[in-house]
Protein backbone atom coordinates (compact mmCIF):
# COMPACT_ATOMS: atom_id res chain seq x y z
CA UNK A 1 0.00 0.00 0.00
CA UNK A 2 2.93 2.31 1.09
CA UNK A 3 4.31 1.25 -1.99
CA UNK A 4 1.77 2.46 -4.49
CA UNK A 5 1.54 5.74 -2.67
CA UNK A 6 4.75 6.45 -3.30
CA UNK A 7 5.00 5.38 -7.23
CA UNK A 8 1.46 7.62 -7.85
CA UNK A 9 3.11 10.42 -6.02
CA UNK A 10 6.64 10.44 -8.05
CA UNK A 11 4.45 9.59 -11.33
CA UNK A 12 2.84 13.07 -10.51
CA UNK A 13 6.15 14.86 -10.01
CA UNK A 14 7.73 13.13 -13.19
CA UNK A 15 4.57 14.34 -15.47
CA UNK A 16 4.71 17.88 -13.95
CA UNK A 17 8.53 17.83 -14.77
CA UNK A 18 7.91 16.45 -18.61
CA UNK A 19 5.15 18.67 -19.11
CA UNK A 20 5.31 21.51 -22.05
CA UNK A 21 4.69 25.17 -20.46
CA UNK A 22 1.82 26.99 -21.30
CA UNK A 23 1.21 28.65 -24.60
CA UNK A 24 1.29 31.90 -23.65
CA UNK A 25 4.67 31.48 -21.75
CA UNK A 26 6.61 29.87 -24.65
CA UNK A 27 6.86 33.81 -26.16
CA UNK A 28 7.91 35.10 -22.63
CA UNK A 29 11.67 35.95 -22.98
CA UNK A 30 13.35 34.17 -20.37
CA UNK A 31 16.93 35.92 -20.58
CA UNK A 32 18.78 37.87 -17.84
CA UNK A 33 20.76 40.69 -18.60
CA UNK A 34 24.61 39.70 -18.57
CA UNK A 35 27.04 42.21 -17.52
CA UNK A 36 29.78 42.01 -20.02
CA UNK A 37 32.75 44.29 -21.23
CA UNK A 38 30.37 44.83 -24.43
CA UNK A 39 26.81 45.38 -23.98
CA UNK A 40 24.35 42.83 -26.03
CA UNK A 41 22.68 45.40 -28.37
CA UNK A 42 18.76 45.50 -27.51
CA UNK A 43 16.27 44.40 -30.09
CA UNK A 44 15.26 47.26 -32.10
CA UNK A 45 11.41 48.15 -32.08
CA UNK A 46 9.27 49.07 -34.80
CA UNK A 47 9.99 52.55 -35.53
CA UNK A 48 6.42 54.70 -34.41
CA UNK A 49 5.63 55.61 -37.36
CA UNK A 50 5.49 52.19 -38.94
CA UNK A 51 3.09 50.86 -36.27
CA UNK A 52 -0.43 51.07 -38.17
CA UNK A 53 -2.08 51.33 -34.59
CA UNK A 54 0.05 54.12 -33.60
CA UNK A 55 -0.71 56.11 -36.48
CA UNK A 56 -4.85 56.09 -36.42
CA UNK A 57 -3.80 57.19 -32.65
CA UNK A 58 -2.13 59.82 -34.09
CA UNK A 59 -4.29 60.72 -36.45
CA UNK A 60 -6.89 61.17 -34.06
CA UNK A 61 -5.12 63.18 -31.82
CA UNK A 62 -4.21 65.41 -34.58
CA UNK A 63 -7.90 65.67 -35.73
CA UNK A 64 -8.46 66.84 -31.61
CA UNK A 65 -6.28 69.56 -32.35
CA UNK A 66 -8.24 71.02 -35.76
CA UNK A 67 -10.97 73.30 -35.92
CA UNK A 68 -14.42 71.53 -36.69
CA UNK A 69 -14.21 72.83 -40.09
CA UNK A 70 -10.95 71.45 -40.73
CA UNK A 71 -12.04 68.04 -38.65
CA UNK A 72 -15.39 67.51 -41.25
CA UNK A 73 -12.94 68.03 -44.10
CA UNK A 74 -10.66 65.32 -42.97
CA UNK A 75 -13.53 63.10 -42.58
CA UNK A 76 -14.70 63.82 -46.07
CA UNK A 77 -11.12 62.99 -47.88
CA UNK A 78 -10.85 59.98 -45.91
CA UNK A 79 -14.74 59.08 -47.17
CA UNK A 80 -13.88 59.98 -50.79
CA UNK A 81 -10.96 58.39 -50.70
CA UNK A 82 -12.64 55.20 -49.37
CA UNK A 83 -15.38 55.50 -51.72
CA UNK A 84 -13.26 54.87 -54.37
CA UNK A 85 -12.03 51.17 -53.50
CA UNK A 86 -13.65 48.44 -55.48
CA UNK A 87 -14.91 47.86 -58.76
CA UNK A 88 -16.83 50.43 -60.94
CA UNK A 89 -20.22 49.23 -62.31
CA UNK A 90 -21.03 50.39 -65.94
CA UNK A 91 -23.96 49.39 -66.84
CA UNK A 92 -27.17 48.73 -63.93
CA UNK A 93 -30.41 47.65 -64.19
CA UNK A 94 -32.21 51.18 -62.83
CA UNK A 95 -36.48 50.37 -62.60
CA UNK A 96 -37.44 54.31 -63.23
CA UNK A 97 -35.81 54.62 -65.95
CA UNK A 98 -38.62 53.72 -68.20
CA UNK A 99 -40.66 55.90 -66.16
CA UNK A 100 -38.56 58.89 -66.68
CA UNK A 101 -37.37 58.24 -70.33
CA UNK A 102 -39.53 55.88 -72.34
CA UNK A 103 -38.22 54.67 -75.59
CA UNK A 104 -40.01 55.65 -79.08
CA UNK A 105 -41.71 53.71 -81.11
CA UNK A 106 -38.89 53.66 -83.38
CA UNK A 107 -36.63 51.71 -80.49
CA UNK A 108 -38.92 48.72 -79.97
CA UNK A 109 -36.94 45.62 -79.95
CA UNK A 110 -38.35 41.56 -78.96
CA UNK A 111 -35.56 41.74 -76.36
CA UNK A 112 -37.05 44.73 -74.48
CA UNK A 113 -40.76 43.25 -74.87
CA UNK A 114 -39.64 40.08 -73.53
CA UNK A 115 -37.32 41.53 -70.37
CA UNK A 116 -41.36 43.56 -69.38
CA UNK A 117 -42.91 40.54 -69.18
CA UNK A 118 -45.35 41.24 -71.95
CA UNK A 119 -45.25 37.95 -73.22
CA UNK A 120 -47.19 36.24 -70.43
CA UNK A 121 -50.71 35.49 -70.72
CA UNK A 122 -53.07 33.55 -68.00
CA UNK A 123 -54.07 30.35 -67.49
CA UNK A 124 -55.31 28.29 -70.42
CA UNK A 125 -58.80 27.75 -68.70
CA UNK A 126 -59.13 31.65 -68.61
CA UNK A 127 -58.62 32.23 -72.05
CA UNK A 128 -60.52 34.11 -74.53
CA UNK A 129 -61.25 31.89 -77.63
CA UNK A 130 -60.89 35.33 -79.85
CA UNK A 131 -56.85 35.89 -79.01
CA UNK A 132 -56.50 32.45 -80.60
CA UNK A 133 -54.71 34.42 -83.64
CA UNK A 134 -52.31 36.40 -80.50
CA UNK A 135 -51.23 33.30 -78.71
CA UNK A 136 -47.85 31.85 -79.53
CA UNK A 137 -48.09 28.50 -77.70
CA UNK A 138 -48.84 27.20 -74.01
CA UNK A 139 -46.54 26.43 -71.12
CA UNK A 140 -46.85 24.84 -68.30
CA UNK A 141 -50.45 25.38 -68.41
CA UNK A 142 -49.99 29.20 -69.69
CA UNK A 143 -50.28 30.92 -72.56
CA UNK A 144 -47.66 32.60 -74.47
CA UNK A 145 -48.28 35.67 -76.11
CA UNK A 146 -46.40 36.00 -79.25
CA UNK A 147 -44.07 39.12 -79.06
CA UNK A 148 -43.94 39.67 -82.90
CA UNK A 149 -47.62 40.11 -83.26
CA UNK A 150 -47.20 42.57 -79.85
CA UNK A 151 -44.27 44.47 -81.76
CA UNK A 152 -46.65 45.21 -84.89
CA UNK A 153 -50.06 46.08 -83.17
CA UNK A 154 -47.88 48.52 -81.07
CA UNK A 155 -45.94 50.06 -83.60
CA UNK A 156 -49.68 50.37 -85.26
CA UNK A 157 -50.94 51.90 -82.56
CA UNK A 158 -48.27 54.45 -81.82
CA UNK A 159 -48.71 55.94 -85.47
CA UNK A 160 -52.34 56.27 -84.46
CA UNK A 161 -51.40 58.57 -81.29
CA UNK A 162 -48.88 60.29 -83.10
CA UNK A 163 -51.43 61.22 -86.33
CA UNK A 164 -54.34 62.31 -83.62
CA UNK A 165 -52.04 64.42 -81.90
CA UNK A 166 -50.64 65.94 -85.01
CA UNK A 167 -53.59 67.09 -85.77
CA UNK A 168 -54.94 68.45 -82.70
CA UNK A 169 -56.85 65.72 -81.00
CA UNK A 170 -57.92 65.29 -77.56
CA UNK A 171 -56.06 62.26 -76.22
CA UNK A 172 -57.49 60.27 -73.42
CA UNK A 173 -54.85 57.84 -70.85
CA UNK A 174 -57.09 55.76 -68.87
CA UNK A 175 -55.51 53.34 -66.00
CA UNK A 176 -57.50 52.66 -62.88
CA UNK A 177 -55.20 49.63 -61.21
CA UNK A 178 -52.70 50.79 -58.93
CA UNK A 179 -49.82 51.18 -59.51
CA UNK A 180 -50.51 52.62 -62.87
CA UNK A 181 -51.01 56.09 -61.78
CA UNK A 182 -47.05 57.71 -62.50
CA UNK A 183 -47.32 55.92 -65.87
CA UNK A 184 -50.54 57.30 -67.20
CA UNK A 185 -50.03 60.53 -65.92
CA UNK A 186 -46.42 61.02 -67.24
CA UNK A 187 -47.64 59.81 -70.54
CA UNK A 188 -50.35 61.98 -70.72
CA UNK A 189 -47.81 64.86 -69.92
CA UNK A 190 -45.87 63.68 -72.88
CA UNK A 191 -48.41 63.82 -75.27
CA UNK A 192 -50.26 67.13 -73.76
CA UNK A 193 -53.55 65.10 -73.26
CA UNK A 194 -55.59 64.09 -70.40
CA UNK A 195 -55.22 61.31 -68.26
CA UNK A 196 -57.87 59.50 -65.16
CA UNK A 197 -56.27 56.91 -62.73
CA UNK A 198 -58.49 56.47 -60.24
CA UNK A 199 -62.07 55.70 -61.95
CA UNK A 200 -64.54 56.35 -64.72
CA UNK A 201 -67.16 57.99 -63.39
CA UNK A 202 -70.29 56.17 -65.46
CA UNK A 203 -72.30 58.72 -68.08
CA UNK A 204 -69.30 61.15 -68.53
CA UNK A 205 -69.72 60.84 -72.38
CA UNK A 206 -73.40 59.73 -72.86
CA UNK A 207 -74.83 62.08 -69.90
CA UNK A 208 -71.51 64.30 -70.52
CA UNK A 209 -73.61 67.66 -70.55
CA UNK A 210 -74.93 66.99 -66.73
CA UNK A 211 -71.85 65.44 -65.08
CA UNK A 212 -69.01 67.42 -67.04
CA UNK A 213 -71.41 70.70 -67.40
CA UNK A 214 -69.41 72.65 -64.77
CA UNK A 215 -65.95 72.08 -66.20
CA UNK A 216 -63.75 74.95 -67.51
CA UNK A 217 -63.38 75.05 -71.44
CA UNK A 218 -60.97 76.89 -73.38
CA UNK A 219 -60.11 78.20 -77.20
CA UNK A 220 -56.95 77.97 -78.33
CA UNK A 221 -55.15 78.73 -81.52
CA UNK A 222 -52.80 76.62 -83.42
CA UNK A 223 -50.01 77.45 -81.57
CA UNK A 224 -52.25 76.23 -78.34
CA UNK A 225 -52.29 80.28 -77.08
CA UNK A 226 -55.47 80.87 -75.29
CA UNK A 227 -57.78 83.19 -77.17
CA UNK A 228 -60.26 84.77 -74.44
CA UNK A 229 -62.46 86.45 -76.87
CA UNK A 230 -64.28 83.29 -77.48
CA UNK A 231 -64.11 82.23 -73.67
CA UNK A 232 -68.25 84.32 -74.36
CA UNK A 233 -69.47 81.84 -77.04
CA UNK A 234 -68.66 78.62 -74.47
CA UNK A 235 -71.61 78.67 -72.47
CA UNK A 236 -73.96 77.14 -74.87
CA UNK A 237 -71.54 74.61 -76.20
CA UNK A 238 -71.74 71.00 -75.06
CA UNK A 239 -69.22 69.28 -73.15
CA UNK A 240 -65.95 68.27 -74.96
CA UNK A 241 -65.52 64.42 -75.91
CA UNK A 242 -61.78 63.03 -77.02
CA UNK A 243 -61.07 62.22 -79.99
CA UNK A 244 -59.22 58.74 -78.57
CA UNK A 245 -58.81 56.52 -75.33
CA UNK A 246 -56.22 54.66 -74.69
CA UNK A 247 -57.34 51.81 -72.19
CA UNK A 248 -54.21 49.87 -70.19
CA UNK A 249 -57.18 48.21 -67.81
CA UNK A 250 -59.79 47.14 -70.75
CA UNK A 251 -61.39 44.40 -67.80
CA UNK A 252 -62.63 47.26 -64.89
CA UNK A 253 -63.41 49.34 -67.71
CA UNK A 254 -66.00 47.95 -69.65
CA UNK A 255 -68.21 50.84 -69.21
CA UNK A 256 -65.82 53.57 -70.57
CA UNK A 257 -65.21 51.03 -73.48
CA UNK A 258 -69.22 50.91 -73.73
CA UNK A 259 -69.64 54.58 -73.67
CA UNK A 260 -66.51 54.96 -76.10
CA UNK A 261 -68.62 52.68 -78.70
CA UNK A 262 -71.90 54.34 -78.31
CA UNK A 263 -69.96 57.85 -78.92
CA UNK A 264 -67.15 56.55 -82.30
CA UNK A 265 -64.49 57.51 -80.11
CA UNK A 266 -61.61 55.45 -80.97
CA UNK A 267 -59.64 53.39 -78.84
CA UNK A 268 -56.66 51.65 -78.02
CA UNK A 269 -56.40 49.13 -74.70
CA UNK A 270 -54.00 46.36 -74.04
CA UNK A 271 -55.89 42.98 -74.29
CA UNK A 272 -54.46 39.60 -72.13
CA UNK A 273 -55.37 36.16 -72.96
CA UNK A 274 -58.62 36.68 -70.84
CA UNK A 275 -59.80 39.82 -72.50
CA UNK A 276 -62.27 40.42 -75.53
CA UNK A 277 -60.10 42.36 -78.60
CA UNK A 278 -63.17 43.32 -80.30
CA UNK A 279 -63.89 45.74 -77.43
CA UNK A 280 -61.35 48.40 -78.64
CA UNK A 281 -60.64 49.87 -81.69
CA UNK A 282 -56.87 49.34 -82.12
CA UNK A 283 -56.18 46.02 -79.53
CA UNK A 284 -52.60 45.48 -78.58
CA UNK A 285 -51.93 41.81 -77.45
CA UNK A 286 -49.56 41.78 -73.91
CA UNK A 287 -49.47 41.24 -70.42
CA UNK A 288 -51.74 44.02 -68.51
CA UNK A 289 -50.50 42.61 -64.91
CA UNK A 290 -47.28 43.77 -65.06
CA UNK A 291 -46.22 47.17 -64.47
CA UNK A 292 -43.13 46.99 -66.32
CA UNK A 293 -45.19 46.36 -69.43
CA UNK A 294 -48.03 48.36 -69.14
CA UNK A 295 -45.45 51.68 -68.51
CA UNK A 296 -43.67 50.17 -70.95
CA UNK A 297 -46.07 50.65 -73.27
CA UNK A 298 -47.88 53.80 -72.23
CA UNK A 299 -44.35 55.31 -72.35
CA UNK A 300 -44.23 54.28 -76.09
CA UNK A 301 -47.36 55.81 -76.51
CA UNK A 302 -46.50 58.85 -74.65
CA UNK A 303 -43.91 59.17 -77.35
CA UNK A 304 -45.66 58.78 -79.93
CA UNK A 305 -47.68 61.69 -78.61
CA UNK A 306 -44.61 63.71 -78.04
CA UNK A 307 -43.63 63.45 -81.84
CA UNK A 308 -47.20 64.38 -83.33
CA UNK A 309 -47.58 67.30 -80.97
CA UNK A 310 -44.01 68.83 -81.83
CA UNK A 311 -44.77 68.29 -85.86
CA UNK A 312 -48.18 70.19 -85.42
CA UNK A 313 -46.46 72.61 -83.47
CA UNK A 314 -43.81 73.44 -86.33
CA UNK A 315 -46.44 73.48 -89.04
CA UNK A 316 -48.32 76.33 -86.86
CA UNK A 317 -45.23 78.29 -86.76
CA UNK A 318 -44.87 78.03 -90.61
CA UNK A 319 -48.16 79.12 -90.88
CA UNK A 320 -49.67 75.51 -92.23
CA UNK A 321 -52.53 73.43 -89.90
CA UNK A 322 -54.75 70.77 -91.17
CA UNK A 323 -57.81 72.03 -90.71
CA UNK A 324 -60.12 75.29 -91.52
CA UNK A 325 -59.93 77.78 -88.78
CA UNK A 326 -63.08 78.37 -86.92
CA UNK A 327 -64.61 81.86 -86.46
CA UNK A 328 -67.12 83.11 -84.09
CA UNK A 329 -70.13 82.36 -85.74
CA UNK A 330 -68.94 78.85 -86.27
CA UNK A 331 -68.13 77.79 -82.63
CA UNK A 332 -71.13 79.05 -81.90
CA UNK A 333 -72.91 76.14 -83.82
CA UNK A 334 -73.69 73.10 -82.97
CA UNK A 335 -71.24 70.55 -84.31
CA UNK A 336 -73.37 68.22 -84.75
CA UNK A 337 -76.33 69.83 -86.62
CA UNK A 338 -74.78 72.91 -87.91
CA UNK A 339 -77.53 74.89 -86.53
CA UNK A 340 -77.69 77.76 -83.43
CA UNK A 341 -78.11 75.75 -80.14
CA UNK A 342 -81.78 75.93 -79.08
CA UNK A 343 -82.42 79.20 -76.86
CA UNK A 344 -79.39 80.76 -77.73
CA UNK A 345 -79.07 84.40 -78.94
CA UNK A 346 -77.90 83.61 -82.57
CA UNK A 347 -81.11 81.31 -82.96
CA UNK A 348 -83.14 84.17 -81.50
CA UNK A 349 -80.99 86.55 -83.89
CA UNK A 350 -82.60 84.43 -86.82
CA UNK A 351 -85.56 84.21 -85.93
CA UNK A 352 -86.02 87.78 -85.73
Known sequence: MIVRKLCMRQSRQLLALNR????YSRFLSTETPVETAVQTPAKESPAPAENP?????????ESRKL???????????????????????????????????????SD????????????????????NPQNSRYIFGIREGVHIISLDVTAAYLRRAAKVVEEVAARGGIILFAGTRKGQKRAVV????????????????????????????????????????????????????????????IVLNPLENVVLLHECGLNNVPTIGIIDTDADPTRVTYPI????????????????LGRAGEAGQKRRLE??????????????????????????????????GQQA
Open 20 to 23: RAPA
Open 285 to 300: PANDDTLRGTSLIAGI
Open 186 to 245: HAAELAKGYHIFERWIPGSMTNGQQILGHCETKVVNALDEELPEFKVDLADRPSVKPDLV
Open 315 to 348: MAAEGKTDYEPITARQLRLDPLTGLPPPGSELEK
Open 67 to 105: KPRQQWNELEKRRHKFNTLGSAVQESYDPEDILRNPPKP
Open 53 to 61: LHQVVQASR
Open 108 to 127: ITLEMLLAAGTHMGHSTSRW
